[in-house]
């Protein structure tokens, strides 16, 4: 089983420290680096992925939501965005469109 180097983008990094703390953090970077298929592929948005995950047993439904893109041929796992799913329940196809435009310029 490989492990992948995790890349957070700037506005991951900043909405991440509102919704989680830094040992529930690690513990899902450990969980996707370990797993990146883990998340479902949103339908037309060029490969991205979404995955549910739980914090401070909340319970998934309580829990944040994860927009990432996985390049596994080089080894890396882009996350793009993180939203809590009481305040946002889907994220626009405007917004996955400039999150996979994005990756592209990486």
């Known amino acids: 089983m490989s492990m992948y180097t995790i890349i957070e983008t700037f506005d ?3 909405k991440v420290k509102e919704i989680w703390s830094e040992d529930e ?3 899902f970077f450990i969980y996707i680096a370990t797993y990146p298929e883990a998340g479902v592929v949103i339908p037309g948005a060029g490969g991205l992925r979404k ?6 047993n909340k319970g ?3 829990g944040a939501r994860v927009i990432y893109y996985n390049e596994l041929q080089k ?5 793009l965005d993180i939203y809590k799913k009481n305040l946002q329940e889907n ?4 917004k996955l469109k400039t999150l996979r ?4 310029c990486k």
Do not use: V
Not at 75 to 79: C, F, Q, S, W
Not at 101 to 104: P, S, T, V
């Open 12 to 14: 991951f990094q900043k």
């Open 25 to 27: 953090k690690f513990e």
């Open 51 to 56: 995955i549910r995950w739980s914090s401070s």
């Open 60 to 62: 998934k439904r309580a």
């Open 75 to 79: 080894g890396y796992i882009y996350l």
């Open 91 to 94: 994220i626009k196809s405007g």
């Open 101 to 104: 435009r994005d990756i592209k």
